[in-house]
């Protein structure tokens, strides 16, 4: 434990009464020469959130404080209003009204003073009282027109950003006004937000340049640093004998990728032999990245702060570089490479009884493709079965122990969510020209089945061994949400069975059987999407804590090293243990950075996925455009107070609007989710089957807009898009809610005069 955790963990002990930073120093016997140092780090904790200064100068922890509160800020993209994600995970979020964030902007973490308890919501309400950290260096916008003061403004891409950024004349570089440009944030004065263009995308509406914005949001850059460059071509791009010297020769075994039709990085394949005592000996082998990336190097560093491959509608940003990631560490066929492989034995009911982990050289005997194994298993391809002779009666077996191997994950309790995935398919312009809704193959369960079963079987090797490692958890779920859900399902009549509270909590086993009980019935996606939004999140740690979702006790991610960091992390940690390299001072080492990795990588696994989605909005979207005012089926997959989410067939999500609906007054009722006519008792509920029309796809706010068929009048849809433009132009010009009535006022007395004009000179009146 360092300094700061120790004053820390002595400011939270029950007996601690604030002391002052003399007090301090002489309870904890901080030398007078050091007092300085004291000084500063007190500063540092204070300005972390961990601890805080009364206004009589006297510090405590800030678990202590009652009326404070430390997090994240989190803004609302649709409404001026923000929470903060407290630090102290037990605690509830803190509720602030967009006129109390005192300059703080989303991103930013921040002190707040809790003022009270919202009797109806029952929810914390704040105010901020101090800025910590900045969350947002740079921000992605559309350049806007110069203002009267001689400044350009920028109107973020991020709607939780409310403040548009402020440019001066000789920082706009050579943007133009309505271009989307990069922004790198340089002061924050009086509530305002200053910045200067450090790049331009290309036109607010260009497909590219809007991608490009995404990356740029997310920290994703695609460029890699000259000196990670520079390594990545001077490794070989063959394997040598040398690399070869003291691992397991696997070249003569028949051992093959299964990956996708347009997979270009292999980065796992697979063997499996059956065994006299008539148990299974799976073999998973890995492409040994860690040979090629080593600890420290520019590759290694680069990495680390990648954390992830990105995989976007219309590109991959990789992890590592192309000739690392698609060349020397690819298991392409046909060639040697290097491998750390994990084979295990595995008996009839599918439980692993040994297993060993080796350092091991390979030659895949062919590049398979989940269709091509989906149709050799289910026998529909003779041509096929001529063609992989020599290898189908090993696909067979494998199709028997994968199966195998799901049955025993089922009846432990794991959940499996068997969404149905959309592509989107794009031209060589990045373009989209379709969106297909895939299901997952035989092929693709098989890969899964051998990968979980590899990945659970080294997390409990790393256990025993009592190494530092990286685990991938999933906490249970809060019981709170748990009990939120099964009020929801009880509106189509299911419930999650036994009684669920804090002494009570859910099991997997429980969700599970409900989800067979929803199977192929029309509510199944929404249900299962919601259980899902109920579930914690999965993260990576250096404390095994289980995976709620899997039902497994040990649970790693050690299967992608091309494409995941702590994959990478955790196979350089079994390489040295395996070789007995690990003693006490490398293994205090190993903790110190798995701890880091473990931050580090969950946090660019959200911005990762958070941009995926991102992009596979925006190419929704565009790609919908093209079918405004067209006719197509739906289903309800929301109710709200504000309107109706319909999700078409093909995974595309729009909003109905409650005041669009006109065939009568519709009425929320939030403890059933639906909405009911009140003259016609019309009923709307999630899991209907409606038919909707496209009125508006906009790029900048990656939404799109329906209409019922029924509605969806020429009229109706030029409306619509008008009444948008209009709340958008109104919203950028800063025009007031009253200012927007007036000017409805003014336009409503006009058409009067001029249709009561019109009427009198039809009568010679004028």
């Known amino acids: 434990m360092d300094r700061k955790d120790k004053i820390v963990s002595y400011m939270k002990l029950k007996e ?10 002489a309870v904890l016997c901080v030398p007078a020469e050091d007092s300085a140092e004291f000084e500063a780090v007190l500063g540092e904790l204070e300005n972390k959130g961990q601890i805080i200064r009364t206004k009589k100068g006297r510090y405590m922890a800030m ?26 995970e037990n605690e509830d979020d803190v509720y602030i009204d967009g006129k109390s964030l005192a300059g703080a902007i989303d991103g930013d973490r921040v002190i707040a003073h809790i003022d009270g308890v919202d009797e109806r919501t029952g929810r914390r309400e704040g105010h901020v009282t101090k800025i910590l950290e900045r969350g ?60 200067r263009v450090i790049k331009t995308l ?26 990670a460059v520079h390594e990545a071509e001077a490794i070989p791009q063959e394997v040598s004998e040398k690399d070869i010297c003291g691992r397991l020769d696997l070249r003569d075994k028949i051992i093959f990728t299964i990956d996708g039709d347009d997979a270009r990085d292999f980065d796992d394949a697979v063997s499996l032999d059956m065994l006299d005592n008539g148990n299974y000996r799976l073999g998973v082998h890995i492409a040994d990245v860690t040979h090629y990336v080593r ?5 290694d560093k680069e990495a680390f702060e990648r954390g992830t491959s990105v995989y976007l509608a219309d590109r991959v940003v990789p992890m590592l570089p192309k000739l690392l990631s698609n060349g020397i560490c690819s298991l392409n066929p046909h060639v040697d490479r290097l491998t750390l492989s994990v084979f295990m034995e595995i008996d009839c009911k599918g439980n692993t009884v040994s297993h060993d982990i080796v350092k091991s050289v390979i030659r895949s005997v062919e590049r398979m493709t989940y269709n091509d194994v989906t149709k050799l298993i289910e026998q529909t391809d003779e041509v096929l079965a001529e063609k992989y002779s020599a290898i189908l009666p090993t696909i067979k077996e494998m199709a028997s122990l994968a199966e195998l191997l799901q049955k025993k994950r089922a009846k432990r309790g794991s959940i499996d969510f068997d969404f149905p995935e959309s592509q989107i398919v794009v031209n060589e312009q990045g373009e989209p020209v379709d969106i297909l809704r895939t299901e997952l193959g035989v092929s693709n369960k098989l890969i899964e089945a051998f990968m979980l079963e590899a990945n659970e079987t080294v997390a409990e090797y790393a256990v025993w061994a009592e190494i530092p490692f990286v685990f991938r958890v999933h906490e249970p779920p809060d019981t709170a949400k748990i009990a939120e859900f099964n009020q929801f399902v009880a509106n189509f009549g299911y419930h999650l069975k036994g009684k669920i509270d804090e002494d009570n909590p859910v099991r997997p086993k429980a969700l599970q059987n409900l989800l067979k009980q929803i199977e192929g019935m029309p509510e199944e996606r929404m249900i299962a999407t919601y259980m899902l939004r109920s579930l914690m999140k999965a993260r990576y740690t250096p404390q095994n804590l289980g995976h709620f979702g899997l039902a497994a006790k040990y649970y790693t991610h050690f299967t992608s090293p091309i494409r995941r960091y702590p994959d990478l992390t955790i196979h350089r940690i079994l390489k040295e243990y395996i070789d007995g390299k690990i003693d006490e001072d490398r293994a205090q080492s ?49 109710v709200t107070s504000f309107g109706i989410f319909a999700e078409l067939d093909n995974s595309v999500n729009g909003l109905i609007r409650l005041e669009s609906i006109k065939d009568d007054y519709y009425e929320y ?8 006519g009140q003259r016609t008792n019309q ?11 496209p009125v508006r796809a906009d790029m900048l706010s990656r939404r799109i807009d329906f209409l019922f068929a029924k509605d969806a009048t020429p009229q109706a849809i030029w409306s619509a898009q008008k009444k948008e433009v209009r709340k958008m132009w109104a919203k950028d010009s800063g025009i007031s809610r009253f200012a927007d009535e007036k000017g409805r006022r003014s336009r409503r007395y006009s058409r009067n005069v001029r249709k009561r004009n019109r009427k009198r000179r039809g009568n010679g009146a004028v």
């Open 16 to 25: 601690y009464v604030p002391l002052t930073q003399p007090e301090l120093a």
């Open 136 to 195: 947002n260096e740079r921000v992605t916008g559309i350049l806007q027109e110069k203002r009267k003061d001689g400044l350009y403004t920028v109107k973020c891409d991020n709607e939780r950003i409310y403040t548009k950024i402020r440019i001066e004349d000789e920082d706009i570089m050579d943007a133009c006004e309505g271009q989307r440009v990069v922004v790198s944030i340089t002061r924050y004065k009086n509530n305002h937000i200053y910045g």
């Open 295 to 299: 600890e420290g190097s520019p590759l």
């Open 683 to 693: 009923i709307y509920k999630i899991g209907d089957r409606i038919e909707v029309t």
């Open 63 to 88: 678990n202590k404080a009652d009326k404070l509160a430390a997090g994240k800020l989190r803004c609302n993209n649709r409404g001026f209003f923000a929470f903060l994600i407290c630090d102290n």
């Open 669 to 676: 009722d939030e403890n059933q989710r639906i909405l009911i």
């Open 590 to 638: 190993f903790r110190k950075f798995v701890s880091a990795a473990s931050e580090q990588a969950s946090e660019r696994e959200i911005d990762a996925e958070t941009a995926e989605r991102d992009v596979d909005d925006l190419m929704k979207v565009v790609y919908m455009s093209q079918f405004i005012g067209g006719t197509f089926r739906a289903t309800i997959s929301g």
């Open 202 to 227: 290309g036109d607010a509406d260009s497909i590219s340049a809007s991608v490009e914005a995404v990356l740029y949001e997310h920290s994703i850059r695609q460029e890699f640093p000259e000196e």
